[in-house]
């Protein structure tokens, strides 16, 4: 069986392996859909905190995917106090856990996560957002 994987030494892709994934899948969505984020930090982590978790009723932690943390431009202004990055956090293990159900590829589910965490946040719709993972698939 050619390209067989040998699970006997396999193991899954780790946070550097993620950032690496998410960091490309980031450069391959359009320049217009990037500029909206502004200084966007994208972090890994394995799982949401608990508190993340309880504040949005979520029993587990392999049921939240990804999180957009910060205020959408349309409320933030010049005169606000210096505050954190806006960042959109990958939940690893959430993830991998619906990569191995889904049998999708993973770069494709990481990018969208990542396109549905900073769209939903924006007010983009399901339409809109399907156009630019498509065009982010290209």
Same mark, same amino acid.
């Given at each position: 069986?050619?390209?067989?994987?040998?699970?006997?030494?396999?193991?899954?892709?780790?946070?550097?392996?993620?950032?690496?994934?998410?960091? !490309?899948?980031?450069?391959?969505?359009?320049?217009?859909?990037?500029?909206?984020?502004?200084?966007?930090?994208?972090?890994?982590?394995?799982?949401?905190?608990?508190?993340?978790?309880?504040?949005?009723?979520?029993?587990?932690?392999?049921?939240?995917?990804?999180?957009?943390?910060?205020?959408?431009?349309?409320?933030?202004?010049?005169?606000?106090?210096?505050?954190?990055?806006?960042?959109?956090?990958?939940?690893r293990? !959430?993830?991998?856990?619906?990569?191995?159900?889904?049998?999708?590829?993973?770069?494709?589910?990481?990018?969208?996560v990542?396109?549905?965490?900073?769209?939903?946040?924006?007010?983009?719709?399901d339409?809109?957002?399907?156009?630019?993972?498509?065009?982010?698939?290209?």
């Amino acid at each position: 069986m050619a390209g067989a994987v040998d699970w006997k030494s396999a193991t899954p892709p780790t946070l550097a392996d993620f950032e690496i994934i998410a960091a !490309a899948a980031w450069e391959r969505i359009e320049p217009e859909f990037r500029e909206v984020c502004g200084d966007l930090v994208i972090r890994i982590e394995d799982f949401a905190l608990d508190e993340v978790l309880d504040e949005l009723d979520i029993e587990s932690p392999f049921d939240l995917m990804g999180l957009y943390q910060g205020l959408s431009l349309d409320k933030k202004s010049v005169l606000d106090a210096p505050r954190e990055p806006d960042m959109v956090f990958l939940y690893r293990r !959430a993830i991998l856990d619906y990569w191995t159900e889904s049998g999708e590829p993973l770069g494709e589910i990481i990018t969208h996560v990542l396109v549905h965490e900073i769209g939903h946040h924006f007010g983009f719709s399901d339409d809109d957002m399907e156009e630019i993972e498509e065009q982010a698939a290209q």
